[in-house]
């Protein structure tokens, strides 16, 4: 082990020199116990942008509810946190969010490649298949092999779905709550109209324009995840320029 990144009470991310493919279990299980013996050390830099090999001890779960964090309508995974970051536990996947601020955004590393050993404490998560950006991502959620982001610093936010089979995006675009993903992979969200806002069709125009704002005309649209089909149902409101 070439050094440790932090270790607290529930989940601790370690760097390993090498793969996990190339360690014996014995090794792994005595890497397990000389890394619960250095839980004083705590790296100056914990954004792990750059490793091969992470590895994670698990303690217990967390209890706090998710539903805030990710879309309606994601898979629920298992969550381990502590205040360095959060590990979501897919069946196939799994996501290791380290925080920045509540401003800059997630540090997100997503793995296929996932080994458990001993008693399930200890979890190497090697090779990374999506590194998120340095800022602006926020972790929304999972679907089957689907990565949901929310994308910006500012009031405006951004939308991008990832296929993990093939690590590239097929939908990018700006977007507004409610926003849900029903069993049959169809994303129902509001984007921004062409329509102009007037007086008419926008119910808070006046006091909007009163008060130094831009009104703006939504509209409700569905991304068909399968088909790629992106569609506007013509169902309309009111909005706001950010």
Known sequence: MSKIIRTTLILSLIIVGCSTKDRSENQMNSLKKDSLLKDSF???NPILQTLDTIKVILFEKSSENNNEVQFEGTDKPNIYQDSLGTLFKYPNYSV???KQNEFAGDIIKVYNDVNVYADSAVIYLANPIYNGAEMGEWFKGLKDKY?????????DRGLDVVDLSTRKSILVCSYSTPISIDTNFVITFYTDSEEEATPKNHPQFKELIEGGVTPTIEEECTFNIKTRELLRTGRKRGGVMN
């Open 42 to 44: 705590i790296l100056e």
């Open 96 to 98: 290791v969010i380290l």
């Open 147 to 155: 990565l949901f982001l929310d994308l910006g610093t500012g009031p």
